[in-house]
């Protein structure tokens, strides 16, 4: 059954905390994603440089990358609500500074600084929906909670495009800062109270120790940072790719960005919940496959508008893997250590993804973006296939990591 029609879904919904927490991911990630479609368009079109559009992609994933995860752990015992509206707070200004003029190099820092507050955000939104969630329906919330991710991408994509059109990119900007004030109002319906932190230090070795120790654990790490990697190769030159190599109107810009993620989404209902872990995990891997497969291709086949709009969906359906893969993670990694491995993961995820957007854009450069996008996916359609290979055996799905030293 698709994720959105679930039935865990369905009443996943229904629990109000866990409402208040998707409509403030939703809303601070629709406003996020409209302002990075629009930065990149401003950064090209003031440098024509692929690389420096895909260096704004990069600088926006560059906080997950040990300051955010350090600033993520020295509020760990503060009150989440608290730590998460001050973090809207603090990206609806910093975001807002923006919009000063400055030299590129200097708006690539301010974007860095601005997503400073986006690590403490999730992080505390990953407890809190772990917290507030009943255990049966923590694998839908997940699913429900990519869906919005998903979603916020397509919307966030096509009105960055039309803000750009009709108010410029700084108009896109200034709404970015404006859905976190929105967010911030929102979540203070939140309850506060009832941290039960964990010792830093014995999480941190307990969250490595789990991750690095389990067969299931290591491969979903495996498939889903190559899906993420190979994804954002793409995704991270398709604004020069339009512009330049296919030297399409600015209009096609939105729309093409808007495919990948919509791709994603599409992919991702492929995996029902209530199947089993292991041949979630493998379905995952065999739709990664196929979209790498297909995305291959087209790219190879050097296709215009309106036809690389389905070559973009492909490269976002690449991710595919992605419910199935947060549900194996969410639901194996001991409740103890959630909360730290949820960071070290997203850290590793994010970083992965920033050094792929940044070398995608580095290429471009260097050779053109169809190098770029057909490489990407001819290696997720290798990598994927050597993971279906080398696919953890069944009675390691039978055996729950554990927290004890080796």
Known sequence: MPLVASRGTLRVVREPIVRLLLGAQLLSELGDWAARGALQVLVFERTHSPAWSAAVVAASLAPWVGPGQVLAAFVERLDKRRVMVV????????????????????????????????????????????????????????????????????????????????????????????????????????????????????????????????????????????????????????????????????KWVGVSLAAV?????????????????????????????????????????????????????????????????NTALGTRIPREVQGTAFSIIQGTLMGVQGLSALAAGVVASWLDERVVSVSAMAIAMVASAALLVARPASRAFRTPPTLSPA
């Open 261 to 325: 993620p919509l791709g994603t989404l599409v992919a991702s209902t492929v995996t029902p919940f209530g199947t089993g872990m292991r041949r979630q995990l493998l379905r995952g891997a065999w739709v990664s496959f196929g979209a790498a497969t297909l995305g291959f291709v087209l790219f190879l086949l050097d296709p215009h508008e309106p036809l690389v709009l389905v070559a973009c969906a492909a490269a976002g359906a690449v991710l595919g893997s992605l419910v199935a893969c």
């Open 87 to 250: 973090s809207d707070l603090a990206r609806a200004l910093l975001f807002a500074a923006v919009l000063i003029d400055m030299p590129v190099s200097l708006l690539i820092v301010a974007l860095v600084v601005a997503g400073l507050a986006t690590p403490i955000f999730e992080a505390n939104r990953s407890v809190l929906m772990r917290r507030y969630t009943p255990d049966e329906l923590y694998p839908a919330a997940l699913g429900l909670a990519n869906a919005v991710v998903q979603i916020s991408l397509v919307v966030g994509y096509v009105a960055g495009g039309w803000a750009v059109t009709v108010v410029g990119a700084r108009g896109a900007v200034l709404a970015n800062a404006a859905s976190f004030l929105t967010s911030a109002l929102l979540l203070l319906g939140l309850p506060s109270g009832g941290e039960i932190a964990i010792a830093g230090r014995q999480a941190l070795t307990g969250a490595f120790r789990v991750l690095r120790g389990d067969d299931v654990l290591r491969w979903t790490m495996m498939l889903l940072l190559i899906s993420a990697a190979s994804t954002v190769a793409v995704e991270a030159i398709v604004t020069p790719y339009v512009l330049d190599y296919l030297g399409e109107p600015t």
